[in-house]
């Protein structure tokens, strides 16, 4: 649910109780309404905390394709992607006027805790799912034909045998369709020489599965 609680004093903030005793780490940012706060596959420095306001989080895909917006407002984590050295996979930008709080990505990782520790290995595995939930959006842009591509060049290696009717349908509400046109798709692809679908979804072909992936 998004919070729409702004957050005025560090002892109201997750951080700030994190910190302990500890002068918290994070440092205040404000920025306007209308300003860009980390460009769509910036290197960002920092990790953002959202402390007031709303921001937006979008997705130009490289498609073409109109950008899928998702709005985010206090209590939120942004940029996280820095703590891993990775570009942002969203464009963040201010709807309102906001109030951050900022760290460097170096920082905020020393500061989680060391290699091998219990809330590093969870940081990994959030980090994992957030990367997940990204490409997924993404395995719902475009021509169903190009969906279900994407599709198997992802997850072939884990259908081994050929999906019933349970699995399709479920499969098909994942990418956006019709288990119908689930099916057809499957069959396409397959016709094109790109997939064998008798047994499992195998790929034959990577390159011409590549290339209908890529509309």
């Not at 994992?128 to 994407?150: D, F, K, T, Y």
Request: positive net charge; charged residues 25%; glycine residues 8%.
């Amino acid at each position: 649910m998004l919070s729409n609680r702004a957050i005025t004093n560090c002892d109201d903030c997750v951080l700030g109780r994190a910190a302990g005793l500890e002068r918290c780490h994070f440092g205040p940012i404000t920025r306007q309404a209308g300003e860009l706060i980390c460009a769509q596959g910036q290197h960002s420095s920092a990790v953002y905390f959202l402390k007031a306001g709303l921001v937006s989080l979008s997705v130009l895909s490289p498609r073409g394709t109109e950008p899928i917006l998702m709005l985010r407002g206090p209590s939120s984590l942004l940029c996280i992607e820095a703590l891993r050295g990775q570009p942002s996979r969203y464009q963040v930008r201010a709807i309102s006027r906001v109030r951050l709080c900022g760290l460097a990505a170096e920082q905020m990782t020393e500061w989680i805790g060391p290699d091998h520790s219990p809330a590093r290995a969870v940081l990994d595995l959030m980090l994992q799912e957030e990367q997940l939930q990204h490409m997924e959006i993404n395995m719902r842009e475009g021509p169903c034909l190009s969906r279900v591509a994407r599709f198997a060049l992802t997850y072939s290696s884990f259908l081994e045998e050929r999906p019933d009717a349970v699995r399709k349908r479920l499969l098909a509400k994942t990418l956006g369709m019709r288990q119908e046109t689930f099916s057809r798709c499957l069959t396409k692809l397959e016709q094109c020489g790109a997939i064998d679908a008798s047994q499992g979804v195998r790929v034959r072909d990577s390159r011409r599965l590549s290339e209908v992936a890529s509309g």
